[in-house]
């Protein structure tokens, strides 16, 4: 059976509110993250609501209220005046055609906005979407991280999760923990194939910024928005110096977006314990299990 999607602006409310913008977020959510990075460009006044998901600490995303503001329990949630958007590459050019603030626009940057988005179930359209190719080298950071997280709470949401996949890869995700990354387990099998399509999506993005400063020229654009908060991604799970091997163009594009007061306010403001925890857990993980060893190999060779 197709899974039932939500995407763009709903026409109903799911909160009663005077509230203008509201975003339903998480710290370490890569779609929260772009969501805010790009209320911080167009100096949007928006209510944040933090919600914790399993990786971070408790499933509050599958609370009655949350559950009523998202039937499909993920973050981000974009509300205008208690109307939902769904989708963070929806939620953004919503965003900014509500904004009295204009950043670039182009068919290009409607191409990277597109090409750099987490679109349905992150490991299909992997050759589409670099957000799906991310999300697939998430999972280590995602593994160190659910190590700290009782396994009393995978009770709840093996039964209250609205999808039972997730729900059960989650929790073989705790169970397995870096055995998850062994030769032949079916997300090793994925890998290369993951690899293969970031390093061509990067490709493209460095040949395409010959000359340029930004995405869109010489104006920044929600295409940069877009593409920041995915190299950020990977210098977490310490994978962007490979993915920016000769790639130089690439190299020196991250570090004018590092310089944007957006990459302050969004990302590393909101960089909580658990990130920082599981981030030191994956690093000497690296040092030390063979599973994960072979797992970034597969993905470096
Ligand atoms: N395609 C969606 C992705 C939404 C999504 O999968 N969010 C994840 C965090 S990045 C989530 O809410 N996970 C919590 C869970 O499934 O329990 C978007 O761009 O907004």
Same mark, same amino acid.
């Given at each position: 059976?197709?899974?039932?999607?939500?995407?763009?602006?709903?026409?109903?409310?799911?909160?009663?509110?005077?509230?203008?913008?509201?975003?339903?977020?998480?710290?370490?959510?890569?779609?929260?993250?772009?969501?805010?990075?790009?209320?911080?460009?167009?100096?949007?006044?928006?209510?944040?609501?933090?919600?914790?998901?399993?990786?971070?600490?408790?499933?509050?995303?599958?609370?009655?209220?949350?559950?009523?503001?998202?039937?499909?329990?993920?973050?981000?949630?974009?509300?205008?005046?208690?109307?939902?958007?769904?989708?963070?590459?929806?939620?953004?050019?919503?965003?900014?055609?509500?904004?009295?603030?204009?950043?670039?626009?182009?068919?290009?940057?409607?191409?990277?906005?597109?090409?750099?988005?987490?679109?349905?179930?992150? +490991?299909?359209?992997?050759?589409?979407?670099?957000?799906?190719?991310?999300?697939?080298?998430?999972?280590?950071?995602?593994?160190?991280?659910?190590?700290?997280?009782?396994?009393?709470?995978?009770?709840?949401?093996? /039964?209250?999760?609205?999808?039972?996949?997730?729900?059960?890869? /989650?929790?073989?995700?705790?169970?397995?923990?870096?055995?998850?990354?062994?030769?032949?387990?079916?997300? /090793?099998?994925?890998?290369?194939?993951?690899?293969?399509?970031?390093?061509?999506?990067?490709?493209?993005?460095?040949?395409?910024?010959?000359?340029?400063?930004?995405?869109?020229?010489?104006?920044?654009?929600?295409? +940069?928005?877009?593409?920041?908060?995915?190299?950020?991604?990977?210098?977490?799970?310490?994978?962007?110096?490979?993915?920016?091997?000769?790639?130089?163009?690439?190299?020196?594009?991250?570090?004018?977006?590092?310089?944007?007061?957006?990459?302050?306010?969004?990302?590393?403001?909101?960089?909580?314990?658990?990130?920082?925890?599981?981030?030191?857990?994956?690093? /000497?993980?690296? +040092?030390?299990?063979?599973?994960?060893?072979?797992?970034?190999?597969?993905?470096?060779?």
């Amino acid at each position: 059976m197709q899974k039932p999607t939500l995407s763009g602006l709903q026409d109903y409310k799911v909160l009663d509110t005077e509230e203008e913008w509201i975003l339903y977020h998480n710290n370490f959510s890569v779609c929260s993250r772009k969501a805010r990075v790009c209320i911080d460009e167009l100096n949007i006044k928006a209510q944040l609501k933090h919600v914790h998901i399993m990786e971070t600490k408790d499933c509050e995303n599958l609370t009655k209220k949350f559950l009523k503001i998202n039937p499909l329990a993920t973050v981000p949630v974009l509300l205008h005046f208690g109307m939902p958007i769904y989708e963070s590459h929806e939620q953004i050019t919503y965003l900014e055609n509500y904004s009295s603030k204009k950043l670039s626009q182009s068919e290009t940057v409607s191409h990277w906005v597109k090409k750099g988005s987490l679109i349905g179930e992150p +490991d299909k359209n992997l050759e589409k979407y670099a957000g799906n190719c991310i999300s697939i080298f998430t999972v280590p950071l995602f593994v160190s991280m659910l190590q700290n997280i009782s396994i009393f709470k995978y009770i709840k949401y093996l /039964f209250k999760h609205p999808d039972r996949f997730r729900a059960s890869k /989650f929790l073989a995700f705790k169970i397995l923990a870096y055995r998850v990354f062994k030769k032949g387990s079916p997300i /090793f099998k994925i890998i290369k194939s993951a690899s293969n399509n970031l390093n061509n999506h990067f490709k493209e993005l460095d040949d395409h910024l010959e000359g340029k400063s930004w995405i869109d020229g010489d104006n920044f654009s929600l295409a +940069d928005v877009t593409w920041m908060v995915l190299f950020h991604r990977l210098s977490e799970v310490f994978l962007l110096d490979h993915f920016f091997e000769d790639k130089n163009n690439l190299k020196s594009y991250f570090d004018r977006l590092k310089k944007r007061d957006s990459y302050q306010t969004a990302l590393l403001n909101y960089e909580s314990d658990e990130i920082r925890i599981g981030k030191l857990n994956l690093e /000497f993980e690296l +040092d030390n299990n063979k599973n994960l060893n072979q797992y970034y190999e597969a993905i470096k060779s």
